[in-house]
C-alpha cells in the first residue's frame, strides 16, 4: 500500500563536517566542498496520529529512517527530473523530550539530513528554506500492512476487520497503525502536507 505522510523542516542550516562531506560524496559522482553545498534538516515522519487516522511506530520509523538515505527531495510529489531539488544524505528517529503523541506516547520522528548543490538557479529556493517559507514536506512510502487498533488485523482485510479508521468503538478511536516498510519512494515540498 502506498502512503504519503507529513513532516516540517527543522533548524535553519546544518554545518556540513567532514563526515557530512564524507556521507554526501559517497552519493555524488564528484567530491564537493563545504562552501558548494547547502544542508539543512527535514522532519520526514512521526509516530503520531495524522488527519487520515494513520500513525508509524517506533519500529516502522525506524526502517524507514534507513530506506530514506539516498532518496530525492521533489515538488508536489511530481516525479519529474525537473523537480529533484535536494537529497537525504543521513536519516534517524529522533525524540523530543517533554513532548508526546496524541496516544501519550513520547513522540518520535524520522530526522534527516539534506544537501543540495548552491547554483544560481536554486538560490531562491535556499533563502524561502531559510525564512521558513519551504518548511512543510511530506512522504511517499509503501507498507506491507495497516494494522487496525480495535482488532489487529489488517483493515483492508475486510474479512478480518470491519472497523472504520477515526470512528469509536466503546470508548477507543480506530487508528491505523502502518506497518511493514517495503519502500520509501521521495520526500516532498508540499502545500499542505
Known amino acids: 500500500m502506498k502512503c504519503e505522510k507529513k513532516g516540517n523542516l527543522v533548524n535553519r542550516q546544518v554545518t556540513v563536517g567532514q563526515e557530512d ?19 539543512f534538516r527535514v522532519v520526514l515522519c512521526d509516530n503520531d ?8 511506530d517506533e519500529e516502522t ?35 523530543f ?7 501519550g506516547e513520547p513522540y518520535c520522528a524520522v530526522v534527516a539530513k539534506a544537501y543540495m ?3 544560481e538557479s536554486n538560490r531562491d529556493l535556499i533563502l524561502e528554506i531559510e525564512a ?11 507498507v506491507a500492512r ?19 479508521k477515526g470512528r469509536l468503538y466503546e470508548g477507543k478511536r480506530c487508528i491505523v497503525r502502518l506497518a511493514e516498510p517495503v519502500d520509501a519512494y521521495e520526500w516532498s515540498f508540499v502545500a499542505v502536507p
Open 21 to 39: 562531506l564524507e556521507q554526501i560524496n559517497r552519493l555524488t559522482r564528484r567530491e564537493f566542498s563545504q562552501e558548494e553545498l547547502y544542508c
Open 117 to 119: 548543490v548552491r547554483t
Open 61 to 95: 520509523l525506524e526502517q524507514l529512517a534507513r530506506m530514506f538515505v539516498g532518496k530525492t527531495g521533489i515538488c508536489d510529489h511530481q516525479p519529474k527530473t525537473a523537480n529533484q531539488l535536494a537529497r537525504i544524505y543521513q536519516a534517524q528517529v529522533e525524540y
Open 97 to 103: 523530550p517533554g513532548k508526546t503523541n496524541l496516544l
Open 146 to 164: 495497516s494494522v487496525c487498533s480495535i482488532c489487529g488485523n489488517d483493515i483492508h482485510d475486510r474479512s478480518l476487520c470491519s472497523h472504520e
Open 49 to 56: 496520529v495524522d488527519r487520515q487516522m494513520e500513525r508509524f
Open 132 to 142: 521558513g517559507i519551504k518548511k512543510e514536506v511530506s512522504v511517499s512510502c509503501a
